[in-house]
């Protein structure tokens, strides 16, 4: 298994771009979760799903920041127009019977 | 609103410190609390505790949760450098698949 895959790794935008970040979630897990990391705010949920259905979506910052899971195996979340105060650590998790994993992050910069 | 608090923030400590790690919470219907190691990417699974008074332990890692004063503490004894992260506490509610998370406390092991 390859665990949670998060696409891009790096991203380095400039300030009124959009950016898409990509998730593919562990087969079988019916949850999928992203959070945002940043040194200020720590680890906070953005929004989940279960069964590709959004679930809680109150930690979206604003409606700039939206997501869609079209299928049991891929994710993404969306900001349009990006700002510098966007730029954080992105990850992407789901959960299962086997429980909670993360994937390896996007560090999204916009300049 | 649910809330999970860290302490210390930071800890620097030299190589066979032992160290405790705390982490207190308040939570609508508690589920259970989880403990994570962040070193440069995801978080990576430790503990997962739902019942007070159970310690769980793995290696030189041990943990014990305390519901009716609503902590837990994350013990590493022996430390090594490679004990080096950052300690990521979570709560989980009754109903609810999202990780609540503390902001962490940064721990440094100097050889």
């Known amino acids: 298994d390859a665990g949670v895959i998060q696409s891009p790794r790096h991203e380095v935008t400039e300030m009124g771009q959009e950016v898409t970040l990509r998730c593919k979630p562990i087969s079988g897990h019916d949850y999928l979760f992203w959070y945002r990391q940043t040194m200020m705010r720590g680890l906070e949920l953005l929004i989940y799903?279960?069964?590709?259905?959004?679930?809680?979506d109150s930690g979206m910052p604003e409606d700039r920041f939206s997501a869609k899971m079209p299928n049991a195996s891929f994710s993404t979340l969306k900001i349009q127009p990006s700002e510098p105060r966007d730029s954080a650590v992105y990850f992407c998790?789901?959960?299962?019977?086997?429980?909670?994993?993360f994937g390896s992050g996007t560090r999204l910069t916009v300049v | 609103e649910d809330k999970v608090v860290q302490s210390p923030l930071s800890l620097v400590v030299h190589e066979g410190d032992t160290v405790t790690l705390n982490c207190s919470y308040e939570v609508t219907n508690f589920r259970s609390l989880l403990w994570y190691k962040q070193e440069k990417k995801a978080p990576t699974f430790l503990f997962m505790l739902t019942s007070s008074g159970i310690e769980k332990k793995s290696g030189r890692l041990s943990s014990i949760l305390d519901k009716k004063e609503l902590f837990s503490i994350l013990n590493i004894t022996a430390t090594q450098t490679g004990d080096s992260a950052i300690y990521l506490c979570?709560?989980?509610?009754?109903?609810?698949?999202?990780?609540?998370f503390g902001k962490g406390t940064k721990l440094t092991v100097n050889p």
């Open positions: 979570a709560v989980v509610r009754g109903g609810s698949e999202k990780l609540v």
């Open positions: 799903f279960n069964n590709n259905v959004p679930i809680d």
């Open positions: 998790a789901s959960s299962g019977v086997g429980g909670y994993t």
